[in-house]
């Protein structure tokens, strides 16, 4: 069966539109994607010379209600205080940074890599995070606490966009993006620094 001239303009188009997203992604910098279940995420580690700045991202999710959020520091950077002996208990001088329980952070690796934790614990001499770190830690590391700086619905569906500056983190952060789902889910975000 030919298709129609309709077929082929609608086919066209999308192809089109496809092609742009890919390019937009492959042209910003960086590229990082993830799949998961009731979540995919992907956190770019801390731009120390300045901002990180999305320039594109694409997530498809299972869930009728599902959000793409942004996450990026409040501002608060506590240093680890000396090579970490536990994989989820770590030091720090908490004294004036104030991080408390149920704080989202991310734990920044020295040698290049970052990843999102909750505290479930915290005190002036340590923090406790909700999962263990797999890098080895460094007397380098540190903590960043983390809000959410922007967010995109994506609903039961797939949702892209690209921009020069979708969002931007403030200098010396991490950027941390999600999308939950109730089975399947993922996510791509490229991003500048």
Do not use: W
Not at 161 to 180: F, K, W
């Amino acid at each position: 069966m030919k298709p129609t001239l309709k077929q082929t303009l609608i086919g066209t188009a999308l192809c089109a539109v496809l092609t742009g997203c890919l390019v937009g992604i492959a042209l910003a910098g960086e590229t990082q994607y993830a799949t998961g279940s009731t979540s995919a995420a992907v956190t770019f580690d801390p731009n120390r010379a300045g901002q990180t700045v999305v320039k594109s991202y694409s997530a498809t999710s299972d869930k009728a209600a599902s959000v793409i959020k942004f996450y990026a520091t409040t501002g608060n950077r506590v240093p680890v205080s000396s090579a970490p002996s536990s994989t989820t208990v770590i030091p720090v001088a908490n004294t004036g940074y104030g991080l408390t329980n149920s704080d989202t952070v991310v734990y920044s690796h020295a040698v290049g890599s970052s990843v999102y934790r909750t505290l479930t614990g915290a005190t002036t001499t340590n923090v406790t995070l909700s999962s263990a770190v797999t890098a080895t830690q460094g007397a380098s590391d540190a903590i960043y606490e983390v809000e959410q700086i922007y967010e995109v619905a994506c609903g039961a569906t797939s949702v892209s966009g690209t921009g020069d500056a979708i969002a931007y983190t403030p200098a010396d952060s991490p950027l941390y993006v999600v999308v939950d789902g109730t089975s399947a889910c993922k996510v791509a975000v490229s991003a500048a620094q």
